[in-house]
């Protein structure tokens, strides 16, 4: 599951090993990003009806015994969607993301983010891609992730979700995270944690996982060197490897 403000063309290098060596991917795009279907208005789009909607995606789809792979928003959402539905999943591979409940102080670099999404008159999707890698994107690349979106009115996703981020104790999702915390620190299936060396959002999140998860332990968690926030873009054939060799390991 793919983040903000990117879409399943973030995972393009990413599925082809890994169908190759024989397995299913499955990457949807979230409601207001990619070829779904793009709410204009803000208000249209809160933390739980993005949830609600990726789960009755999920239902439909009927997957079972997934292995999720998420990052950034994709683990926002993706882990609620395997604490509500863990006879889904069959284990978890997490990568630059969290699960916050409003409880924690969030890293500065993320609260800029939040303000810059929040007052920038044009968002800039293909730039905002661009600036959370280390690779520097062709021409080509940038207007891939520019395509879903020809103008503004198609953007009130991308635009609002870093402000539907928990941070602070009474946010409305407070206690529906809480409650996936529950789930998680009594999980005891595999989860392996593939964060990237150079993300100054999520960096030192992968900490978590590893204390109050019973699943992470005694995993092969792993750094991704040269990658930033997006590292699917930056190192997405060896993040690729991590998958298919955790696959293999816990199967």
């Given at each position: 599951m793919h983040g903000e403000p990117s879409w399943s063309y973030l995972y393009r290098t990413m599925i082809p090993p890994l169908t190759e060596a024989g397995f299913?991917?499955?990457?949807?795009?979230?409601?207001?990003?990619?070829?779904?279907?793009?709410?204009?208005?803000?208000?249209?789009?809160?933390?739980?009806r993005h949830v609600d909607w990726m789960a009755a995606w999920l239902e439909a789809v009927d997957l079972e015994h997934a292995t999720l792979f998420c990052q950034d928003w994709g683990g926002l959402i993706g882990l609620r969607l395997a604490t509500a539905f863990p006879h889904r999943f069959a284990r978890l591979v997490v990568a630059n993301t969290g699960l916050p409940t409003g409880d924690q102080q969030m890293p500065e670099a993320f609260l800029r983010w939040q303000t810059f999404a929040a007052a920038v008159q044009e968002f800039p999707i293909a730039a905002m891609v661009d600036r959370a890698t280390l690779n520097e994107l062709s021409p080509a690349i940038l207007a891939g992730y520019d395509a879903p979106f020809p103008d503004e009115t198609y953007k009130a996703g991308p635009r609002v979700m870093p402000s539907l981020v928990p941070t602070r104790p009474d946010d409305p999702s407070a206690d529906a995270q809480r409650e996936?915390?529950?789930?998680?620190?009594?999980?005891?299936?595999?989860v392996l944690t593939t964060f990237s060396d150079s993300d100054p959002i999520t960096a030192g999140g992968d900490r978590v996982f590893h204390k109050l998860v019973p699943g992470a332990s005694g995993q092969p968690h792993t750094t991704i060197?040269?990658?930033?926030?997006?590292?699917?873009?930056?190192?997405?054939?060896?993040?690729?490897?991590?998958?298919?060799?955790?696959?293999?390991?816990?199967?």
């Open positions: 299913r991917c499955v990457a949807p795009d979230l409601v207001g990003f990619g070829k779904s279907d793009k709410p204009a208005r803000t208000e249209d789009h809160s933390y739980q996936a915390w529950q789930v998680l620190m009594a999980w005891d299936k595999p060197a040269s990658a930033g926030h997006f590292l699917q873009e930056d190192q997405g054939p060896a993040v690729a490897k991590v998958v298919a060799d955790f696959h293999r390991l816990t199967s």
